[in-house]
């Protein structure tokens, strides 16, 4: 079985405040913590905030590492870890 | 009232209550330093000779005083001089807001002169960081910094600002960013509860101290707490100032280099509390073996060290000073005497086989451990020890006996050689009248020696004790432990130090003599100018207790 499907799917989204760098920030945690980044999609709002959706496939331990580390950005507002199953 | 974008930043700092920056000016920050210029009388600027000096002065500076660090850098390479020191200030929790002049923004990603994007070099070593390109948001965005560089965890932050913002015009009005709530680490009391019940039907409980205490100044409660209940305190590196070393409830240093009671007794603790410290590999050794025995209460005010190495059974994310006040409500009296005597034994024995044979004076030759020795007991454990990074620092740590916080400076996390003289700089800067003792080898000494000069111009006296073994001693021992005696490239052809001190105006000394010993250290302290020391140490010497990496901490060797 490859890396992939090796693990379980999680989708992380993430609320920030639409700023410079903040992608930089966050991708900048998920290669230090080798999670690898499967699929994501970003959206700016009228409200000035941008809504991450990240795809990932990795264990859970991991998982509850970087999203500690994603909350200690100063620019991000929300974490969520939104599903969790086996793919 | 109207100014320019240099002025700003220097009326920042005097609100922000800076009395000293440490700083190197260049070509991007030249209109900051004209500004300066103007407020030479309020903000005392302290020229390094190089900018991981500057960094490392500020964080000697911080973590002495419990204040915000500052230093000054220009772009390009005065910028990323500073990363060693930032990536320092991180891992060990220093407030520190680093100023460092850009490009103006019109020439910002054209490769211009002096440019580098040290914003982006900085992102994964800096609480926060900002590039600032319009005069009008330095107040705000400096505000902002100084908040992040204090709040919850400290740390670094840096500011990057464009030449043209600071030579561009604004309305100047300056608010300090709005701190976050008082109670924003509060927790309910049936946590503390809970806590205190285990601590009161614990048969064998071990409090882990570590740089939290200090950094919220909990350090008397941590006394209260371990006095009232009779609970053994274990220190980190960066806790061991935090609980006075002739407290008969201390009972040593954790990690690799520490002691051998503490170490040991961590694998038959029943309850562990840890209180403002992170399960560092250093402190922790094999993870796999790591307290499995106990159930262990971590507190700490960064929820992300929270079952980041080491799984608690009670995680309280709070400030070290609260909790410890709240404990103190619930916890009842207790003795632990069979406990505390076990501890008793395991030190007697690291005394007979380590300490004794290495702090009795030979004929021949000087030990690092006899060196501190001796300067513990002729300052009476009061001096601040700014140490270096391998066995002088280990030595350091094993060997003064401190009496009080904000004593023990040194890089732990990162373990930067380099690191003592800049910050002892920094250390006597905010602490002119305590005695300020850089500890270091002769190594990690030269890879900031230039500061010897800045030493001078401010006529600190700052005493440099440099324990030489012509080796670099740590890594020495690694490959004589561990790569079959292969010292590859650990020896080192050193100058004249004696002859260097002079030529930058300090006053030097050389000794190799155990005799002299004692008449060179009591001419260093009574010095009342910078003193420069060489202690010319054992070649050869190994620091021990040591836990070899993948070792548990009951694995710990006493040679």
């Known amino acids: 079985m490859d890396k992939k499907h090796a693990h379980d799917m999680h989708i992380i989204s993430i609320v920030t405040r639409n700023s410079l760098r903040v992608l930089q920030r966050i991708s900048g945690l998920f290669s230090r913590y080798s999670v690898n980044i499967d699929q994501m999609s970003i959206f700016s709002g009228q409200d000035e905030l941008s809504h991450f959706s990240i795809i990932v496939y990795s264990d859970d331990h991991s998982i509850q590492k970087l999203t500690n580390q994603l909350h200690k950005i100063i620019e991000v507002c929300d974490v969520r870890v939104l599903n969790n199953q086996k793919f | 009232m109207k100014m320019t974008g240099a002025q700003a930043i220097i009326e920042s700092l005097i609100q922000e209550g800076i009395e000293v920056v440490f700083g190197y000016p260049g070509g991007t920050i030249l209109p900051t330093y004209d500004a300066l210029f103007e407020k030479k009388d309020k903000i005392h600027h302290v020229l390094v000779r190089h900018e991981q000096g500057g960094v490392m002065a500020a964080e000697g500076y911080a973590k002495s005083s419990g204040k915000v660090g500052v230093c000054f850098a220009t772009s390009g390479p005065g910028a990323t001089n500073l990363v060693t020191g930032i990536a320092d200030a991180m891992l060990d929790s220093v407030p520190l807001v680093c100023i460092t002049g850009q490009v103006a923004s019109s020439l910002i990603g054209t490769d211009a002169f002096q440019e580098a994007d ?23 965005v400096i505000a902002k910094a100084f908040h992040y560089a204090t709040e919850g965890r400290p740390g670094p932050v840096l500011v990057d600002i464009t030449k043209d913002a600071q030579m561009g015009m604004l309305d100047y009005n300056y ?21 205190a019940d285990m601590l009161n039907e614990a048969k064998r409980p071990l409090i882990l101290a570590g ?109 070290a000073k609260y909790a410890l006040t709240q404990l103190l409500r619930y916890v009842q009296p207790n003795r632990h005497e069979q406990w505390r005597e076990k501890f008793k034994a395991l030190h007697n024995e690291e005394y007979q086989k380590v ?28 001096a601040i020890v700014v140490s ?25 996390g990162l373990g930067t050689m380099g690191f003592a003289l800049p910050a002892a ?41 440099l324990l030489n073994n012509n080796y670099l001693g740590m890594v020495r021992q690694w490959q004589e432990m561990f790569y ?44 009342k100018e910078a003193y420069f020391l060489e202690v010319v140490v054992e070649k050869r010497e190994k620091v021990f207790p040591m836990m070899p990496v993948g070792a548990a901490v009951d694995e710990i060797r006493l040679s």
């Open chain 2, 484 to 527: 079959e005696e292969r010292y590859s490239f650990v020896d080192l052809v050193n100058p004249d130090f004696v002859a260097l001190a002079a030529a930058y105006g300090i006053k030097s000394r050389k000794v190799s003599n155990p005799e002299e010993l004692e008449s060179a250290v009591t001419e260093m302290l009574a010095s």
């Open chain 2, 355 to 382: 300490i004794l044979p290495e702090l009795t004076m030979q004929k021949d030759i000087i030990r690092m451990s006899q060196v501190i020795n001796m300067v513990s007991e002729k300052t009476e454990g009061k």
């Open chain 2, 211 to 319: 740089n939290g205490i200090g950094m919220s100044n909990a350090e008397n409660d941590l006394l209260k707490l371990a006095e009232k209940a009779t609970i053994p305190v274990a220190c980190t590196l960066h806790g061991l100032h935090n609980f006075p070393s002739d407290h008969e409830l201390f009972v040593g240093l954790l990690g690799m280099h520490g002691n051998y009671a503490p170490n040991i007794m961590t694998n038959q603790a029943d309850v562990i509390i840890a209180i403002g410290m992170r399960f560092d590999d250093r402190v922790t050794g094999n993870l796999t073996k790591y307290a499995k025995q106990a159930k262990i209460i971590h507190i700490d005010i960064d929820h992300a060290e929270i079952n980041k190495n080491v799984k608690s059974y009670i995680p309280l994310h709070t400030d």
């Open chain 2, 118 to 140: 040290i914003v982006g070099i900085t992102i994964p070593i800096t609480k926060w960081n900002y590039q600032v390109t319009r005069a009008e948001d330095i107040p705000s």
């Open chain 2, 175 to 195: 608010k300090k960013h709005k701190p976050r709530i008082s109670h924003a680490y509060d927790c309910p009391d049936i946590q503390f509860i809970q806590i």
């Open chain 2, 388 to 412: 270096d990074v391998g066995q002088n620092q280990m030595a350091a740590m094993r060997y003064y006996k401190f009496k009080q916080s904000k004593s023990h400076i040194t890089s732990g």
């Open chain 2, 425 to 465: 700089i920094g250390a006597k800067m905010a602490n002119p009248d305590r005695e300020v003792v850089c500890v270091a080898g002769d190594g990690g000494i030269q890879m900031n020696i230039q500061e010897l000069a800045v030493i001078k111009q401010e006529k600190l006296p700052v005493k440099i004790l």
